[in-house]
């Protein structure tokens, strides 16, 4: 019977060995192909964490992602995959800002060392991005990690996650747009009809405009605020810190009606200033909003919707 010879040269040896080794390092050195972003905590609110996303030196070309969960959660179940974690959510951030916009970057793609802010918690008017949940995320301490995209054809070109840090809601506690919209049972008796600049809405068309996402419309993402802060005050809250933005907010809407209600528009950039002084102050970052009890939460992390902007 004839025996194969399996007996190789060092030199041959030394080749498998080098080509085996090629083949297992190369993902490892593409999966490195950008350098990893960082987070840092620059404020936020009792439903908002406020977070500075800076790339490293090769930048984040393609945008980056944020995952997030509870740091119970974490400390129970860590990170998972994306696709299959039941415990986090997450939101890719690839496009162009319009609601919470940044001087030092006008898109989620940044440049080399390029910093941009976000606010966990109020994504849900947000463009230039995809997430699996945008709302209001609730009091507490959550467990986050940020990684720089890919180029979306190979799937090892960003950067690896960055070490997990943990960050926690601040404030005294409110009502923001992502309590009302998700609790219309307890909303004042006596705030509705209300108006919108000069246009009177039911309870029914305010939770209509609630749940339509801006979309880059600024008039909704304003409506959204004024809605509000404005429920906030039938509820007890001191309006007079924002009653001069309530009044310019109602001034500028005039008598455009608010989709879907009606096809009413206004940029963005009319808007920003107006928007996020009311979710300043529906965040208790200006005083005078009053403390709201937040019923139980029904749904978990994995109850989430996905939304593209």
């Known amino acids: 019977m004839h025996v194969r010879d399996f007996s190789f040269s060092k030199a041959a040896l030394r080749g498998v060995i080098a080509t085996a080794l090629v083949a297992v390092m190369a993902p490892l050195a593409f999966a490195q192909a950008l350098d990893t972003p960082t987070l840092s905590k620059t404020g936020g609110g009792f439903f908002r964490i406020d977070l500075d996303v800076q790339a490293g030196a090769s930048g984040a070309p393609h945008g980056f992602l944020i995952q997030w969960m509870s740091k119970s959660d974490y400390e129970d179940y860590g990170f998972g995959d994306i696709d299959t974690d039941y415990y986090s959510a997450y939101c890719e951030f690839e496009g162009a800002p319009t609601l919470n916009t940044d001087p030092r970057s ?62 926690s809601t601040t404030g005294n506690p409110e009502c923001t747009q992502g309590f009302w919209k998700t609790h219309p049972e307890v909303w004042p008796p006596g705030c509705t009809p209300m108006m919108l600049g000069t246009v009177a809405y039911s309870a029914a068309q305010l939770l209509s405009i609630y749940n339509q996402p801006a979309v880059g419309n600024g008039l909704i ?89």
Request: hydrophobic letters at 40%.
């Open 106 to 167: 006008d898109s989620f793609q940044l440049a080399s060392n390029g910093v941009i802010g976000i606010q966990m918690g109020d994504l849900f008017d947000e463009s230039g991005i995809y997430g699996t949940y945008l709302d209001a995320v609730h009091p507490g301490e959550y467990a986050f990690r940020v990684w720089a995209l890919g180029d979306g054809v190979n799937p090892a070109s960003g950067s690896a996650p960055s070490v997990v840090q943990f960050f």
């Open 221 to 309: 993402s304003l409506a959204h605020q004024l809605i509000t802060a404005k429920l906030n005050g039938c509820n007890g809250s001191n309006l007079t810190n924002v009653a001069a933005t309530i009044a310019a907010a109602d001034a500028l809407i005039g008598g455009l009606v608010v989709p879907p209600v009606g096809g009413g528009f206004l940029a963005p950039a009319s808007t920003s200033a107006l928007t996020n002084t009311l979710d300043d102050y529906n965040n208790s970052i200006i005083p005078g909003v009053v403390a709201c009890v937040t019923p139980a939460r029904k749904s978990t992390w994995g109850n989430v919707k996905s939304l593209y902007r």
